[in-house]
């Protein structure tokens, strides 16, 4: 390239790279021949596909089996949990690993933390098995009978405001010696997100996990029962969505109960109960049965004048009386294929509006 008189380096440098650049556009611009072998790639993609679904499969499966086998008691979950923990947090530092496990086995062999690592590792495994086949609405069952065990872990409930009020109004200090004390470490444990969970990182199975209608924490009864159960329900229509409100209902109700608070007991009648009902009957008007929801929520209306939510209560019956939802039974398309019925989910035995006696009464 001819260059100027007096040009200097820099200037020629500078030249030489615009013309450069130019040349290499005018290259891009220009596509390439259509490949003659399309079909080879075509088939080198789908081995390549393959090849990589079966290494997911796989990896799934070995994770699965490993978490599983944790999942069958306390101790054995306990013993993954620290594998996974000395390999992630520890991985640098194994003599803080050996004084943090010998400084916390009382914690480690205490129910609460033994439990909520076994219920973390089973909930765990039951994301690792939601797959296309196994969607959502497929695994309603099984998160059922897990949220049925949570509900049950005495030792993972938080402690109610009676105890510290009852303490401080002893003139002598009780010393708990309860085997089911709730560890303020179990419960950061199961209520953090499986996401983060040190045997998911040690695993390296992350990518594995749900996107969606899932859950992300082991002990957020209410998230569950609403992303891994409510959402798909409702997408059907499905009318089994009712006996989940009887079934959260009626454990709340015996949490409210079980505290011997007055306090507790008297916010759970007043707001909690009534919230809860509404939304019941919200889900009941959804899926065709808006007489049955309209005698719910005036049943609120007459029975809890000074709530806050009266507004929303009234718009709501206003609603069901003036522009009623079409039931589903009229709109249903006809058709000769018949649809079996949806499987059964036992009925929780509770009472239409339950009060918890508050206590002394």
Request: glycine fraction near 2%; include cysteine.
């Amino acid at each position: 390239m001819n260059l100027p008189p007096n040009t200097t380096p820099h200037a020629a440098f500078f030249l030489a790279t615009i013309v450069s650049l130019l040349w290499v556009t005018v290259t891009i611009a220009q596509d390439l021949p259509v490949p003659q072998n399309a079909i080879t790639i075509l088939k080198e993609l789908d081995k390549i596909d393959q090849g990589a679904k079966a290494n997911e499969n796989n990896r799934r499966s070995a994770a699965i089996s490993q978490i599983q086998v944790a999942a069958n008691s306390g101790s054995a979950a306990v013993d993954l949990y620290l594998r996974s923990l000395e390999s992630t947090k520890y991985l640098e530092s194994h003599q803080d690993y050996v004084d943090w496990s010998r400084k916390n086995q009382e914690l480690l062999h205490s129910l609460s933390f033994q439990n909520a690592v076994q219920l973390q590792m089973r909930y765990l495994a039951m994301a690792l098995q939601r797959d296309e086949k196994h969607d959502a609405f497929a695994q309603i069952p099984e998160c059922l009978a897990y949220l049925e065990t949570l509900a049950s872990q005495k030792s993972l409930r938080p402690a109610g405001a009676s105890s510290s009020s009852q303490i401080q109004n002893q003139k002598t200090p009780i010393k708990t010696i309860s085997t089911d004390k709730p560890r303020p470490e179990a419960l950061a444990l199961i209520n953090q997100p499986i996401d983060k969970s040190s045997v998911v990182q040690w695993l390296q199975i992350s990518d594995l996990l749900p996107d969606k209608d899932f859950a992300p924490s082991a002990g957020n009864y209410q998230s569950i029962m609403e992303k891994n159960i409510r959402g798909s329900l409702r997408a059907k229509n499905d009318p089994r969505i009712i006996q989940t409100w009887d079934m959260q209902i009626a454990m709340e109700t015996a949490t409210a109960t079980e505290s011997n608070s007055k306090q507790q007991a008297d916010a759970f009648n007043q707001t909690r109960l009534p919230d809860l009902l509404f939304h019941k009957a919200q889900d009941t008007s959804a899926i065709g049965q808006p007489n049955r929801a309209l005698g719910e929520v005036m049943v609120l209306v007459r029975n809890y004048p000074a709530n806050p939510s009266m507004q929303d209560w009234i718009t709501t019956a206003r609603g069901l009386l003036t522009n009623p939802p079409v039931p589903l039974t009229a709109v249903a398309p006809a058709t000769n294929t018949a649809t079996p019925p949806p499987t059964p989910v036992s009925p929780m035995p509770t009472p239409s509006t339950p009060i918890v006696p508050s206590p002394g009464h």
